[in-house]
């Protein structure tokens, strides 16, 4: 079964720090992946995604992500992190189809210390 | 600004009370899913729902859970009876069914039975 794969669950950063969050997935066919972004008490809003091109995607508040096909990632990263980042960051994935169905990583919590 | 918006935000109840939670997608999304967020199993999805007829519910206990769309601007998700396993945030998502498509996440039900 296609799954997605957030290695690290809990991340502590202090302010200017650089982020990355690992994503994987398991699936051999062509994906859209997704990072969204819960801030504590909200709702799940889109930070970014890749459909297709250029492998390095910008979203919004300064974060990128990188899609690797020969490693199944899409790892998420930022420079220099702010104490509003401060997130639960969920990573997810829809296999190529008229669905529009996603499967979720288990979401990595980011905390970041002033 | 369009938005999801989910009713109520947040409901107290005691275990056996019937529960019942709505969701009105974006106008002109055909596609509505509904998630439930807890600590120990992250965001798993329930249903989901095309041109209001259901495509899957795998992923929703059948005895006690049931999901419609009424018309095109609602989706109901109806627990009944309710237990304290069921406490947790439930959102509603609503898209379009093309690969690439964002789902856009509704405020989410904090739900708590007693």
């Known amino acids: 079964a296609q799954s997605v794969s957030q290695h690290n669950h809990h991340v502590i950063l202090s302010e200017a720090a650089s982020l990355e969050l690992g994503c994987n997935y398991s699936y051999g066919g062509t994906v859209n992946l997704f990072w969204y972004v819960q801030y504590p008490g909200q709702h799940l809003q889109l930070l970014l995604k890749?459909?297709?091109?250029?492998?390095l995607v910008k979203g919004i508040k300064g974060f990128e992500a990188e899609f690797i096909k020969s490693k199944f990632s899409f790892n998420l990263r930022k420079p220099s992190v702010q104490w509003s980042d401060t997130a639960e960051y969920f990573c997810a994935v829809n296999i190529w189809s008229n669905t529009g169905k996603l499967i979720f990583g288990q979401g990595t919590t980011l905390q970041v210390k002033p | 600004d369009a938005r999801v918006t989910q009713t109520p935000r947040h409901k107290v109840t005691e275990m056996g009370q019937e529960v019942t939670m709505r969701c009105q997608p974006i106008l002109g999304h055909n596609t509505v899913f509904w998630y439930r967020q807890t600590m120990m199993q992250g965001l798993e999805l329930l249903a989901y729902?095309?041109?209001?007829?259901?495509?899957?519910d795998s992923g929703m206990p059948k005895d006690r859970f049931s999901a419609e769309m009424p018309d095109a601007t609602l989706a109901t998700l109806k627990i009944q009876p309710s237990e304290p396993r069921d406490s947790a945030v439930y959102f509603c998502?609503?898209?379009?069914?093309?690969?690439?498509?964002?789902?856009?996440f509704g405020p989410g039900t904090r739900l708590l039975v007693l």
């Open positions: 729902f095309r041109n209001r007829a259901p495509l899957d």
């Open positions: 998502a609503s898209g379009l069914p093309n690969p690439g498509e964002t789902q856009y």
């Open positions: 890749y459909f297709s091109g250029d492998p």
